[in-house]
């Protein structure tokens, strides 16, 4: 019988460690067969066209890579992968303060999934927008170097920074339950609740923020969407995307990661999403008469019957009003699935809100129109499918969708 | 160019009117939206 050393316990335990925490209790060789999945063959090509536009953007710049110009300094990276992102991540500041701040502890079982979900939303939004600065190690100029106060970048910018930290912290107690680290989970749950809070302030101003930006370019903005009321319409719109989002991307987790979810689950889950469905109908109301409201306080009635109007009215019916009434039909039914139908309408509706403010009628007057170049479409889906292979890191291996039994909830501790 | 009373009267009476209209639209949505089924007692 051999007697192995100190040295030789430390290295087994060393190794035994990271295959259960990276690959998931598995050797290296059965954890690369286990890839092999067609999902991940079509990420890897994705990939494989992804990363070399990605370095040639980096190398040969804008002109390479776009057909952004000095009349389109702003295309789809920003339109969809900032403006987008940072809407549709605002679930984890919602749910994060109906949990946490208003004590709707019921809803707490899917905190985590929309915590993660708003924390690599906004990772990804700052890599997204890495594509169009160029220049990444740039990033903490406005912090460390170039303050410019004046402008609404700087405000912009620091909310980004401020409530990554504020996410990631939110998130800390599942990676330290995951390593196994208790008295650092001690603590992050004890700063889980002025956490939330700070994000809470920061999401609220700079949802705002973002539509404030667009306050700068008044002859620019079509009439119809261009309003005094932009800031308020994006963080009214931003709390209905993070509800959907939340909707959405949990029932996309409960079908994925089954096996980490029990029947119970799944039927207490369905009530969850039909409670979500309500407040999203709610504010969907809200936000469909600050509209008309938005309208009328422009006298840009008559802008209506223009093919871009009408185009406007698509948006506002056919995207607001009618998830709206899903949204409605679908709690008055208590059917959880016609919720879902109206979550992914909802989102849809935020992504061509934000594709509309952007691209669509930004610059509407003018007769060039921008389209963005295939490479843009590329790099918009690389950094999506990046995200979804993250976020599936992460749920395979940290405590997101399941409570870790030797651990209590947050909301007891905090 | 409005005069103080044309603004009132066209451009704000629109916005109260939209408003007050709303109010209005959303006690009858909240009603149909927050209306329980009703269950028959066993």
Known sequence: MTVMTREQREQMAFRTWVADKLFLGMSFGDYVKKQITPFNIIAALILAVGIPVTFVRFTQGLAATTHLTDNYPWGLWIGVDVLCGVALAAGGFTLGSAVYLFGMKEYHAIVRPAVLTGFLGYFFVVVGLCFDLGRPWRLPYPMLVSYGTTSVMFLVGWHVALYLTCQFVEFCPAIFEWLGWKNFRKWAVRLTIGATVFGVILSTLHQSALGALFLLAPGKLHPLWYTSFIPVFFLVSAIIGGISMVIFESMLSHRVFSNQINHQDHNHFDKLTIGLGKAAATILFGYFCLKWVGVAHGQHWDLLNTPLGRWFLVEVIGFVLFPCLLFVWAVRRESAAWARVAAIWTVLGIILNRVNVSMVAFNWNLPDRYFPKWTEFVVTITIITVFILTFRWIVNRMPVLWEHPEYPPEYEQA | ?42
């Open chain 2, 1 to 42: 160019m409005h005069t103080l009373h044309d603004f009132m009267l066209v451009t704000k009476g629109q916005e109260y009117l939209i408003a007050v209209t709303f109010l209005l639209l959303f006690c009858i949505f909240w009603a149909v939206l927050d209306k329980k089924k009703k269950r028959h007692a066993d």
